[in-house]
């Protein structure tokens, strides 16, 4: 757990900096670091899609997931969430549940923060979770300047679902096999591919809606292990 601890404290530690030093920044400079770290997150989108070999298993999980998403309304639970959150610490400042929701997904939904925390619960490694958290600590700082302090509360979000994935590795092996982490980050990183192109103001996907595709592959690997 030692990286995902890293990793939330990072994420507070730097939405507290954006916080403190907002009105110093700039808002040309804001909106610019703003869409330089919207095109990272493209490209780590990018570079993290092509773990998934299966394209047609990879759409099936899209489909179905989106199906899943939309019943539930994942997207709506989190931003009223945010509101609530909103309405009981009196943000007088900055767009909370926007802030909430976009760190959330960002540093929570990618294949740094599954594949991290997979390595963290199955070998004891945190490196990659510690990468992670200086990427984070930096988008905190940009994000909370121009959300609010929405952000802090992101790095809740980011210990509770790191943490989850964390303690279940270890229980999880016989299900976790390389091409089910494959198929997972593949998705995941898709999905943060639509986060980076709402960043920039292409397009307005409901990213929220379509996590449970990222279930999608582990579900199916657990079902031909009960066959089995």
């Known amino acids: 757990m030692l990286g995902v601890l890293v990793n939330g404290a990072a994420v507070a530690i730097g939405s507290l900096?954006?916080?403190l030093f907002s009105k110093g920044i700039k808002e040309k400079v804001r909106i610019t670091v703003m869409n330089g770290l919207a095109l990272c997150v493209v490209l780590i989108g990018l570079s993290g899609s092509q773990k998934g070999k299966d394209i047609s298993f990879i759409i099936i999980s899209m489909v179905i997931g989106?199906?899943?998403?939309?019943?539930?309304?994942?997207?709506?639970?989190?931003?009223?969430?945010?509101?609530?959150?909103?309405?009981?610490?009196?943000?007088?400042?900055?767009?909370?549940?926007?802030?909430?929701v976009a760190a959330t997904l960002l540093m929570c939904v990618g294949a740094m923060s599954i594949v991290g925390s997979l390595e963290s619960g199955l070998t004891g490694n945190h490196s990659t979770l510690y990468a992670k958290a200086i990427l984070d600590g930096?988008?905190?700082?940009?994000?909370?300047?121009?959300?609010?302090?929405?952000?802090?509360?992101?790095?809740?979000?980011?210990?509770?679902?790191?943490?989850l994935i964390v303690l279940s590795a270890?229980?999880?092996?016989?299900?976790?096999?390389?091409?089910?982490?494959?198929?997972?980050?593949?998705?995941?990183s898709l999905l943060i591919l639509g986060l980076g192109f709402n960043m920039l103001g292409m397009t307005k996907i409901k990213v929220a809606n379509l996590i449970?595709?990222?279930?999608?592959?582990?579900?199916y690997q657990l079902i031909i292990n009960l066959i089995r």
């Open 138 to 163: 930096f988008a905190a700082i940009i994000f909370a300047s121009a959300y609010g302090v929405g952000v802090l509360f992101a790095s809740i979000s980011i210990i509770l679902y790191q943490g």
């Open 17 to 19: 900096i954006g916080l």
């Open 212 to 219: 449970p595709s990222m279930l999608i592959p582990f579900l």
């Open 66 to 100: 989106a199906i899943i998403g939309e019943i539930i309304d994942i997207d709506d639970r989190l931003r009223k969430l945010g509101d609530k959150l909103q309405n009981k610490f009196k943000d007088k400042g900055g767009k909370f549940s926007e802030g909430f």
């Open 170 to 188: 270890s229980l999880l092996k016989g299900i976790l096999i390389a091409s089910v982490v494959d198929n997972i980050t593949a998705v995941g």
